[in-house]
């Protein structure tokens, strides 16, 4: 070893990394300027949210906007596909075009969306319950399969005193725990990453909003100070278990130490990682050995378990009073019964052996893309099964995820208010099924498309 090489700390390591990575990101920003691109690329998402004329205007800017890119063929958004989300499937584009693509955009992580005994279990549950419960939940829309599901989860995660609240949307699980639970004049702390859904939770409860740097402990403890010594008041902090912009783990065990030490009440958000991870997929908080201390545990259903919907599990007073108090279950109608069974199939079969080998694949199959991309192109802090591939500049969104979808790959396309500015993402969701054929080949397209578009990290 030289004589003048420190031994560096892990704080300086990390700092080293972040410097590299805002290098890195400056740089292929820099590179993209010299693409050229058609004018509609201009305009961001954000150009059209507002408007104060008595016609509303915006909506025909935005009209004009989206047939800009579809006569440029490059509208890539609401392509529809006439199949289940199977790793490789068919899209068809406005112009009728037909494209075979790798399918890395859909999140049915262990493939239970397509599984033939989970639609066999929905079946049996449409023959039995019809089509829809008709009804809200509080009022007559709850069927037996309801309370199984209920009680068949509660049994998955194994803590005694706790229940579930089903919703008809994971996105609801968050906006209406969140407006429900937290009252005015409380405080809630966020993740800068968290999802749109806690977010609007947290507006609709006129509580004052925080947000911490992306899995930042010490910041969140400089935020949980200062709010302490302004009095006592109700706080909410609330994370995801694995990221869904930055497929990064949440360092879940540190925060909640610091949430309790300041009597704050954790929400996890385990969207992205229930039934992936933890002893038979009970999730990040489990596996951190903080699942009993979670106030507010979320799930949603449209992804691993392949269906639609979304679940709170937390201690059986709170599931009954947020079921009454969140609004956008007790005002609207309970999860539909083909969608229930086929859930409690996914759910039976994901806590078995069935789950334990679709998660060993998903893994492997995650680490083996990850490592296709890294130090090649922008992958962020990805450690799990969602890999964003970040490339920066929203005007680049549109042309290259045309050149990817026709190059025969489908990705999840993410950009701001999602995320931040100049941080736009195609994320790619890896699956159990997914082959290494597969995979290799979507690889293959990014680093293709990094080269045209100049985002490549060697790209000077
Ligand atoms: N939480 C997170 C972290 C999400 O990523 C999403 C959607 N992708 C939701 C909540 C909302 O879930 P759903 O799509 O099931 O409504």
Request: hydrophobic share 35%.
């Amino acid at each position: 070893m030289p004589q003048d090489t420190k031994i560096l700390s892990v704080a300086d390591k990390r700092k080293l990394a972040q410097q590299l990575l805002s290098q890195r990101k400056a740089q292929a920003i820099k590179n993209m300027e010299e693409v050229e691109l058609p004018d509609y690329t201009r305009y961001t998402y954000d150009m059209f949210m507002f408007g104060s004329s008595p016609e509303p205007s915006e909506i025909e800017h935005f009209d004009d906007w989206v047939q800009a890119t579809l006569d440029d063929h490059t509208y890539t958004f609401e392509v529809p596909r006439l199949q289940a989300q199977l790793p490789e499937n068919d899209i068809y584009r406005a112009s009728n075009e037909k494209i075979h693509v790798v399918n890395l955009s859909s999140y049915n992580y262990l493939g239970y969306g397509y599984h033939p005994e989970v639609i066999a279990a929905a079946k049996a549950a449409l023959d039995v319950y019809g089509l829809g419960a008709a009804s809200s939940p509080v009022a007559s829309g709850t069927f037996g399969l309801h309370k199984e599901l209920e009680q068949r989860l509660v049994e998955f995660f194994g803590l005694p005193g706790r229940g579930v609240s089903l919703f008809s949307s994971g996105y609801g699980v968050n906006s209406g725990t969140i407006s429900a639970y937290m009252k005015q004049g409380g405080h809630i702390v966020m993740d800068r990453s968290a999802h749109m859904s806690i977010l609007e939770g947290a507006q609709l409860s006129k509580c004052t909003p925080h947000y911490f740097r992306h899995n930042d402990v010490d910041h969140l403890e400089e935020i949980l100070k200062g709010i302490s010594q302004a009095g006592e008041t109700r706080v909410l902090v609330c994370v995801e278990g694995v990221y869904s912009a930055d497929g990064d783990y949440s360092k879940v065990g540190r925060i909640v130490e610091v949430a309790k030490r300041y009597g704050a009440k954790i929400l996890v958000d385990e969207a992205h990682s229930m039934l992936l991870v933890g002893p038979h997929g009970r999730g990040v908080c489990a596996e951190q050995g903080v699942l009993e201390e979670i106030d507010l545990l979320v799930m949603t259903f449209s992804k691993a378990f392949g269906g639609v919907g979304g679940a709170l599990f937390a201690p059986r007073k709170t599931t009954q009073y947020i079921n009454w108090y969140a609004k956008c279950r007790m005002f609207s109608c309970a999860l539909d019964p083909a969608v229930t069974g086929g859930i409690l199939k996914s759910l039976e079969l994901a806590s078995g052996a069935d789950g334990d080998e679709r998660r060993q694949r998903l893994h492997v199959n995650a680490e083996f893309l990850r490592n296709q991309l890294r130090g090649q192109v922008n992958i962020g802090t990805s450690e799990s099964w969602i890999v964003p591939v970040i490339y920066g500049p929203e005007k680049y969104t549109l042309p290259l995820s045309d050149f990817v979808q026709r190059s025969g790959l489908d990705t999840s396309v993410m950009q701001f208010p999602a995320v931040g500015k100049n941080e736009s993402r195609m994320r790619l969701f890896v699956t159990s099924e997914h082959t290494t054929e597969q995979l290799r080949r979507a690889a293959e397209i990014i680093l293709c498309a990094a080269e045209k578009y100049k985002f490549a990290l060697n790209h000077q």
